[in-house]
């Protein structure tokens, strides 16, 4: 059996023994909606929950925040139908400004930002790239209920117990909005609605703070309403004022399905079983041998994305069963955080306990969430990535996908099935009980 998995731009092939029991773990194909620029402004003529546009008829100003290159947002048929209702709102192109909601990624220099923007946005409007480390730019707002500080660029932290948040220029905007997708997130439960503003243009402590509520039991895949991350994620979002989000579902094709425009929270609400439809599938039993790609571009841009691949594969791995993840990685790990609190570090039993007896640190996070991962299975990974760092990190490189599921085949059981995971970032799998 020849099987394809998405890796970077284009594919990886390999063959498996015709008498094994493969599954595709896929979501049934959805159809791309036949006028996606139709469907998004259906969306922002109907906006959901009490917003309305003639509640901002006096803005002055509009910032808008983004999502970086590891996200497949489709900004080329989200934005020209917002800029136009902007426009009919009588904001001026010089007082409308983009931000782009790094969080802590590296933040995007101006020449990268045509991989994400259309020509004409650039050309038309200001455009920022957030920086959560540069404390300059943050403004106290506080705590959340679970003691999470919050900042939005406008001055300094004054103590460790300070949230920080955003952009100084992001809260001076009349109107706030966010655009992004609405798709699984391991442990927020979902992305979208305030989480691009949220946690993109955080600083770094509110960012930290927020994902160290990751280790709670209730912050899972697919869960919103009691995962107390993505409700840490929602408070914050009341503390910056995101007035409106514009969030697109997409199909495994990275394509416009479902749009939906309106208040951040009953964006979310609305879109959490749309995305379940698109993403969520189920499986009988758990398999000995998981063969998982983060989707391809820009999904496996770095280990620091390609992470949730090995997340999503090990929900149906049984222990002591192996994971393949194949992504391509071109910009390595994506964290020198990561790299550097990895160096020296020996066993995935050492990781957990360095992890847990420092206490949780972003960068560092990524270390633990794939120790979690790998202390209680076979981690097998194909890249582009230098071997001597994949090693460093402890990631377990191999040659190429051929030679990984050779070696991962000799440690089948008899009668396991193998499941393979084309787009494991966007697939919520899981065993049916």
């Given at each position: 059996?020849?099987?394809?998995?998405?890796?970077?731009r284009?594919?990886?092939?390999?063959?498996?023994?015709?008498?094994l029991?493969?599954?595709?773990?896929?979501a049934?194909a959805?159809?791309?909606?036949?006028?996606p620029?139709?469907?998004?402004?259906?969306?922002?003529?109907?906006?959901l929950g009490?917003?309305?546009?003639?509640?901002?008829a006096?803005?002055?100003?509009?910032?808008i925040a983004?999502?970086?290159?590891t996200?497949?947002?489709p900004?080329?048929q989200?934005?020209?139908p917002?800029?136009?209702?902007?426009?009919?709102l009588?904001?001026?192109d010089?007082?409308i400004?983009?931000?782009?909601?790094?969080g802590?990624h590296?933040?995007?220099?101006?020449?990268?930002?045509?991989?994400?923007?259309p020509?004409?946005?650039?050309?038309?409007?200001?455009?920022?790239?957030?920086?959560a480390?540069?404390?300059?730019?943050?403004?106290?707002?506080?705590?959340t209920?679970r003691?999470?500080?919050?900042?939005s660029?406008?001055?300094?932290?004054?103590?460790?117990f300070?949230?920080?948040i955003g952009n100084r220029?992001?809260m001076d905007a009349?109107?706030?909005?966010?655009?992004?997708n609405?798709?699984p997130?391991?442990?927020?439960?979902?992305?979208?609605?305030v989480k691009?503003?949220?946690?993109?243009?955080?600083?770094?402590?509110?960012i930290?703070?927020?994902?160290?509520l990751?280790?709670?039991?209730?912050?899972?895949?697919?869960?919103?309403?009691?995962?107390p991350?993505?409700?840490?994620i929602?408070?914050i979002?009341?503390k910056?004022?995101?007035?409106?989000?514009?969030n697109?579902?997409?199909?495994?094709d990275?394509?416009i399905?479902?749009?939906?425009?309106?208040?951040?929270r009953?964006?979310?609400?609305a879109g959490?079983?749309?995305?379940r439809?698109a993403?969520q599938?189920?499986?009988?039993?758990?398999?000995?041998?998981?063969?998982s790609?983060?989707?391809g571009?820009?999904?496996d841009?770095?280990?620091?994305q390609?992470?949730k691949?090995?997340?999503?594969a090990a929900?149906?791995?049984r222990?002591?069963g192996?994971?393949?993840?194949?992504?391509a990685c071109?910009?390595?790990?994506?964290?020198?955080h990561?790299?550097?609190w990895?160096?020296?570090?020996?066993?995935?039993a050492?990781?957990?306990?360095?992890?847990?007896?420092?206490?949780f640190?972003?960068?560092?996070?990524k270390?633990?969430?794939?120790?979690r991962?790998?202390?209680?299975?076979?981690?097998?990974?194909?890249?582009?990535m230098?071997?001597?760092?994949?090693?460093?990190?402890?990631l377990?490189?191999?040659?190429?996908?051929?030679?990984?599921?050779?070696?991962a085949l000799?440690?089948?059981?008899?009668?396991?099935?193998?499941g393979?995971?084309?787009h494991a970032?966007?697939?919520?799998?899981?065993?049916?009980?």
């Amino acid at each position: 059996m020849e099987i394809h998995v998405p890796y970077g731009r284009s594919f990886l092939t390999a063959r498996l023994p015709g008498h094994l029991d493969v599954d595709i773990i896929e979501a049934p194909a959805t159809r791309p909606a036949d006028d996606p620029l139709g469907v998004v402004h259906a969306a922002l003529d109907h906006l959901l929950g009490e917003v309305r546009w003639a509640d901002f008829a006096g803005a002055r100003s509009a910032a808008i925040a983004i999502n970086d290159k590891t996200r497949p947002v489709p900004h080329h048929q989200l934005l020209p139908p917002l800029m136009e209702h902007l426009s009919a709102l009588g904001i001026p192109d010089s007082a409308i400004t983009f931000y782009i909601a790094a969080g802590t990624h590296p933040p995007m220099a101006p020449g990268e930002f045509p991989s994400i923007l259309p020509a004409d946005i650039l050309a038309r409007y200001t455009v920022i790239s957030h920086d959560a480390e540069n404390t300059n730019l943050l403004l106290d707002l506080g705590a959340t209920s679970r003691g999470t500080p919050v900042c939005s660029n406008r001055g300094y932290i004054q103590s460790d117990f300070k949230i920080v948040i955003g952009n100084r220029t992001w809260m001076d905007a009349d109107l706030r909005i966010v655009i992004g997708n609405i798709e699984p997130h391991q442990f927020a439960g979902f992305s979208g609605g305030v989480k691009t503003a949220a946690i993109g243009l955080s600083g770094l402590r509110t960012i930290n703070h927020n994902h160290a509520l990751m280790t709670h039991p209730d912050s899972q895949l697919g869960e919103y309403e009691n995962n107390p991350a993505r409700q840490d994620i929602e408070e914050i979002g009341q503390k910056i004022g995101v007035h409106l989000a514009l969030n697109a579902i997409l199909n495994q094709d990275k394509q416009i399905v479902h749009a939906l425009a309106g208040d951040p929270r009953q964006v979310v609400r609305a879109g959490l079983e749309l995305s379940r439809q698109a993403c969520q599938v189920a499986v009988r039993q758990p398999y000995g041998l998981t063969i998982s790609s983060p989707g391809g571009h820009p999904k496996d841009i770095n280990v620091y994305q390609a992470q949730k691949g090995l997340a999503h594969a090990a929900r149906v791995t049984r222990p002591g069963g192996t994971v393949i993840l194949a992504a391509a990685c071109p910009e390595g790990s994506g964290s020198s955080h990561y790299e550097e609190w990895m160096s020296g570090k020996l066993s995935y039993a050492e990781i957990l306990e360095c992890f847990n007896a420092e206490g949780f640190r972003i960068g560092p996070h990524k270390a633990y969430q794939i120790a979690r991962d790998a202390s209680r299975l076979r981690l097998l990974f194909c890249s582009e990535m230098e071997a001597a760092l994949a090693s460093a990190l402890l990631l377990n490189p191999v040659r190429d996908l051929q030679t990984a599921i050779d070696l991962a085949l000799a440690d089948l059981q008899p009668g396991e099935r193998v499941g393979i995971l084309p787009h494991a970032s966007s697939t919520i799998p899981y065993i049916l009980k």
